[in-house]
C-alpha cells in the first residue's frame, strides 16, 4: 500500500472510529431510557398492586442497567486508545498503519483491566445517573413507605 493510499485508509478509520464511539453514546441513551422507564414503572406498578417486593425489583432492575451502561462505556473506552494514536500519528508526522481497529480495540480491552474497569465507570456521574436516583428511590420507598393494603 502506497504512503497516499495508507493515510487515506488512517483517515477513514478515524472517522469510523469517531462514529463508533458516537453510537455508543446513542445506545448509552436508550440504556438510561430502559432503566428509567422500567423502574419507574415498577415503583408505580408497587403500589397500584399494592406488592412492597416490586419495590426492590425495580431498585434491582435500575441496578442492571446501571451496570450494563458501565460495562457499555468500558468497551466505548478501548476505541479511544486507537483515536488517539491516529491522532498522535497525523500530529506528529509518524507513520502508522491502517486498519487496526480490532487489534488495537482488544489491546486495550486487555490492557484497561477488561470488564473490571466497568467499576470505576459505574462511578462516572453521567454513567450513574440516572441509574443510583431510581436505584435509591425503589430501595428508599421500600424501607419508609412501602405500598400497604
Known amino acids: 500500500m502506497d504512503e497516499a493510499a495508507r493515510a487515506k485508509a488512517l483517515v477513514d478509520e478515524y472517522f469510523q472510529l469517531q462514529?463508533?464511539?458516537e453510537d455508543f453514546d446513542a445506545r448509552a441513551l436508550t440504556i438510561k431510557a430502559w432503566s428509567v422507564t422500567l423502574s419507574a414503572a415498577?415503583?408505580?406498578?408497587?403500589?397500584?398492586?399494592?406488592k412492597p417486593m416490586i419495590l426492590l425489583v425495580a431498585a434491582f432492575s435500575a441496578l442492571v442497567f446501571w451496570s450494563v451502561e458501565a460495562l457499555w462505556k468500558a468497551?466505548?473506552?478501548?476505541?479511544?486508545?486507537?483515536i488517539h494514536a491516529i491522532e498522535t500519528a497525523v500530529a506528529t508526522g509518524e507513520s502508522l498503519s491502517p486498519l487496526q481497529?480490532?487489534?488495537?480495540?482488544?489491546?486495550?480491552?486487555?490492557?484497561?483491566?477488561?470488564?473490571?474497569?466497568?467499576?470505576?465507570?459505574m462511578a462516572w456521574p453521567h454513567v450513574l445517573l440516572p441509574h443510583v436516583l431510581v436505584a435509591a428511590a425503589g430501595l428508599i420507598l421500600y424501607l419508609v413507605a412501602p405500598p400497604a393494603p
Open 75 to 82: 468497551n466505548q473506552q478501548a476505541f479511544y486508545a486507537r
Open 42 to 50: 415498577g415503583i408505580v406498578t408497587a403500589y397500584a398492586q399494592l
Open 19 to 21: 462514529r463508533i464511539v
Open 101 to 121: 481497529i480490532a487489534t488495537s480495540w482488544s489491546r486495550a480491552w486487555r490492557d484497561n483491566g477488561r470488564s473490571r474497569r466497568a467499576l470505576g465507570i
